[in-house]
């Protein structure tokens, strides 16, 4: 059972009670959690192994961040439940994840390969789906961002310098961090 204590549109506040099999036991579980629609994340690699970066002005950092391109599956929390109800957040994440690497770099992807989904801490609900792309070509007509993205292009950067970004604090968010990392250890 579900019950929403608060919605502002973008998060919501639940109260959540359930079974949980935990090694053949149930558990009756009572819990206050923070939901939030998922977003996608793209790993785009390159022929001579050089991930691609946006660089990108993160209001909440007030700085620049280097990060993979990505953005939310869902518009609006509506859509998001709508979905849940109707089994189909992953088919929404894997036709997100075409428009928001066309929106935020300009690139035409194919065959993208769903290679995580991270999840977040344990009152908060909000997955992150992480595709590889090798398969791509850039667009003509360039990015086309929405008018609160502030993203100054983008860089190929190679698995070392990817590390170094990550080590000096380049690269913010820390689910990215340790999806990128765990991906160089076993690509290099």
């Excluded at 869902?74 to 929106?103: G, H, I, P, S, Y």
Aim: hydrophobic fraction near 35%.
């Amino acid at each position: 059972m579900e019950k929403c204590l608060f919605d502002n549109g973008f998060f919501e506040y639940l109260e959540i009670e359930e079974d949980i099999d935990i090694e053949g036991k149930i558990k009756h579980i009572k819990r206050k959690v923070v939901r939030r629609p998922p977003g996608i994340r793209a790993l785009i690699v390159n022929d001579e192994n050089r991930i691609l970066l946006s660089r990108e002005f993160r209001y909440e950092l007030s700085t620049w961040d280097y990060r993979l391109p990505g953005g939310k599956v869902f518009d609006t929390l509506e859509e998001f439940r709508q979905a849940l109800k109707d089994n189909t957040v992953d088919e929404a994440a894997n036709k997100t994840v075409f428009k928001e690497v066309l929106e935020e770099v300009g690139i035409d992807i194919n065959n993208p390969k769903l290679i995580k989904i991270s999840k977040d801490g344990a009152s908060v609900i909000w997955d992150l789906y992480y595709y590889e792309i090798k398969d791509f070509k850039i667009d003509e007509n360039g990015p086309q961002l929405e008018e609160d993205e502030i993203i100054n292009g983008y860089v190929w950067k190679s698995f070392d310098e990817v590390i170094e970004l990550c080590q000096t604090g380049q690269i913010h968010e820390d689910r990215s961090i340790g999806v990128l990392l765990s991906y160089i250890l076993k690509n290099k």
